[in-house]
């Protein structure tokens, strides 16, 4: 895809969809799901998809079958990714690409519980400006790069093969990008809960 194609798909509310990853094993969770973990009295996937909400004309949440009720009651359109269920964020992007309706879309994981409600525009707007077709977010003094982005839907062309190789992760599936820029954001906005030891040690109110 060159820049005057994705110039040509230039993003308006309309045409972006939020995809909210919560389909993942939570092993340093000891199984239990984080994405419906408590953060003032507010469950951690839902501030991640009222992010979004403002910023996105739908929102897509891909969770595992066995908590897709939860799920339902967070958000009006829930999947799972039966396909290659646990095969990390991968299977989950594959699992949402065939419900996109717009060209792009913008993807953050569930246990991201700061993030602003502008995050979205941080990356389209140098998106479209450089005629790349994918922005992730990173934070400062490293290259790291949060679960956290804005692309074309193009960039979903080949995760079967990806994961079929056994590619399963996140960076995988950049690196596979040839059109990608970083995008630096605050920390406190890509802190991320992995274990229940971070609500506290990272000073959220559960």
Known sequence: MNRDDVLKDKPTLQNVTGIVLA???????????????????????????????HQTTKQ??????????????????????????????????LAARDHLTTPYFAVAACDLPQLSDYWVSTLLTPLLATGATLAVAHTEGTQRN??????????????????????????????????????????????????????VSKDLSV
């Not at 939570?26 to 991640?48: E, F, N, T, W």
């Not at 891909?62 to 991968?90: E, I, M, N, W």
């Open 60 to 93: 897509l949440v891909v969770c595992q079958s066995r908590q897709r009720a939860h799920y339902a009651k967070l958000c009006d359109h829930v999947l799972t990714d039966q396909q290659f269920a646990g095969s990390g964020p991968l299977a989950g992007l």
């Open 146 to 199: 949060a679960l956290l982005g804005v692309g074309h839907r193009s960039t979903l062309e080949g995760l079967e093969a990806l994961i079929g190789r056994g590619h399963l992760r996140w960076h995988d599936w950049i690196t596979a990008q040839s059109k990608v820029i970083r995008i630096l954001l605050p920390d406190h906005e890509l802190l991320n809960v992995n274990r229940s030891s971070d609500l």
């Open 23 to 53: 389909g993942g094993q939570s092993r340093r969770m000891h199984g239990i799901d984080k994405g419906l973990l408590l953060i003032d009295q507010q469950p951690m996937a839902l501030r991640v998809i009222n992010s979004l909400r």
